[in-house]
């Protein structure tokens, strides 16, 4: 007699799709088969059952320039488990002073005892210590201590890294057997670019768009890319949003370079003339910026033939209060999704017919948990934590800040009605969302992660 058995859904794993029981012991999945018997029943019928959802890159409760993202760990979690996400992985970005072990602990004293889900961290190693040896020698603590991922910027004041000091810090994240994820943007190049906009006379919200040209983003790619195969580092690219973007990472796949891709719902859903230029443009300034229809085509099609693996967020929420400021230049980047990703590629994905249902879950749960060192996570199968979504797929939801747990008070998908939304969510074998309302656990706790040499 199991502790609890999910009955009569359809299981539904990125190796596929099949009728069957899911039983729980404790925190872990001990059984998949049918009529099994447990002391508690969930009924599943007519209902997807699917390993809980990865986002592995998200920026809850971040500092930026005087201002905090506006959902922190306890409202960005409830949100990520209300939209069946079960697992995050947000970032830790030491100070020029502290030491990285002293700023995961520093970070992990923020989340620990908030968040309803579990969490990871990913080490931004920023201009100040990727030109540091005596710093990059914190490297090997920092992946002991589970931190085995670090963010790397090719743009942006403080943050970025040029190609000599990419190399370094690759070279280090290689012999710490850690792994690098990366924003890949030519930092200096915009800057000139975005200067030159401004000098004109042009402050609208497109003209971020404008001054980051795509093939900008790709050539970023191609040379990280180069470099980390030079070192021997595995590479990840964070929120690939253009063409000529995944046109890159797939001929550095062709070359052999160690290269994974990720985009994000906000490349694929939305676009610069539709979005930046309306009259709330300033809303949807990230970065990379939003491109065209052609790049969502791309991209859509990156995810189902393998040269994307997943679907993460970024989520980066900042109110509309905070995005209105005098030009594009000064507004803060990023746009809220943590808690509409899965439906919102299960309806326009699945139901439009560009994702199978098991690449579905193989985008959502399955390539993040593999990908960023959770071994526990992502999977349907015994041994594996019982982080259990069950999916109605016939659900209807309209989108909107009311609708949502998350804090901006808006979201970029206001209005959009999807078809599926998570019914009931596990993690760990605790219920945290029942008939789509939060239930007030708070069982998440943090993941160390390693990769197996």
């Known amino acids: 007699m199991f502790d609890r058995v999910i009955r009569n859904g359809l299981v539904v794993d990125a190796a596929g799709v099949?009728?069957?029981?899911?039983?729980?012991?404790?925190?872990?999945?001990?059984?998949?088969?049918?009529?099994?018997?447990?002391?508690?029943?969930?009924?599943?019928?007519?209902?997807?059952?699917?390993?809980?959802?990865?986002?592995?890159?998200?920026?809850?409760?971040?500092a930026l320039a005087g201002r905090v993202s506006s959902d922190s760990f306890a409202s960005g979690t409830v949100a990520a488990a209300c939209g069946g996400t079960t697992t995050v992985i947000d970032f830790v970005t030491p100070a020029p002073e502290q030491t990285m072990l002293d700023a995961l602990a520093a970070r992990r004293a923020e989340a620990d005892g908030q968040v309803a889900v579990d969490y990871g961290l990913h080490m931004t190693v920023p201009t100040w210590h990727g030109g540091d040896a005596a710093r990059l020698g914190e490297l090997g603590d920092v992946v002991e201590a589970g931190c085995a991922t670090f963010k790397l910027y090719q743009a942006y004041a403080g943050m970025m890294l040029d190609d000599v000091a990419l190399l370094r810090v690759l070279q280090a994240v290689a012999a710490a057997g850690g792994r690098a994820v990366l924003h890949a943007e030519t930092g200096p190049v915009l800057d000139l670019l975005r200067g030159q906009a401004l000098a004109a006379g042009h402050t609208a919200p497109v003209w971020h768009a404008r001054t980051r040209p795509p093939r900008l983003e790709a050539t970023a790619i191609h040379r990280a890319a180069e470099l980390a195969h030079l070192a021997g580092c595995p590479l990840h690219i964070f929120h690939v949003g253009c063409a000529e973007a995944v046109a890159e990472v797939a001929a550095a796949q062709r070359r052999g370079v160690m290269i994974t891709g990720e985009t994000c719902p906000q490349y694929l859903l939305l676009t610069a003339d539709e979005q930046l230029g309306s009259a709330d443009g300033k809303l949807y300034i990230c970065a990379p910026p939003l491109r065209g229809h052609a790049d969502q085509l791309a991209l859509w099609t990156g995810l189902a033939d393998g040269t994307l693996a997943m679907v993460s967020t970024d989520h980066c929420p900042w109110t509309g209060e905070e995005k209105n400021q005098p030009d594009f230049s000064q507004v803060p980047g990023g746009v809220p999704s943590i808690?509409?990703?899965?439906?919102?590629?299960?309806?326009?994905?699945?139901?439009?017919?560009?994702?199978?249902?098991?690449?579905?879950?193989?985008?959502?749960?399955?390539?993040?948990?593999a990908l960023m060192g959770l071994g526990q996570k992502g999977r349907l199968a015994p041994g594996y934590d019982a982080d259990v979504v069950i999916f109605d797929p016939q659900t209807l939801y309209t989108i909107s800040p009311a609708t949502l747990h998350e804090t901006a008070g808006w979201t970029p998908y206001d209005g959009m009605s999807v078809e599926g939304w998570p019914r009931t969510v596990l993690v760990r074998g605790q219920v945290v969302v029942q008939e789509g309302g939060y239930t007030g656990a708070k069982p998440g706790r943090y993941l160390p992660r390693r990769f197996i040499a």
Do not use: F, K, N
């Open 18 to 62: 099949t009728r069957a029981d899911v039983a729980i012991q404790g925190e872990q999945i001990a059984a998949i088969g049918l009529g099994l018997e447990g002391r508690q029943t969930l009924d599943a019928a007519d209902c997807y059952v699917l390993p809980g959802a990865v986002d592995p890159h998200v920026h809850l409760q971040m």
């Open 339 to 369: 808690e509409a990703r899965l439906a919102l590629i299960h309806h326009y994905g699945v139901r439009r017919g560009r994702l199978s249902l098991a690449a579905w879950v193989e985008v959502c749960c399955t390539a993040p948990a």
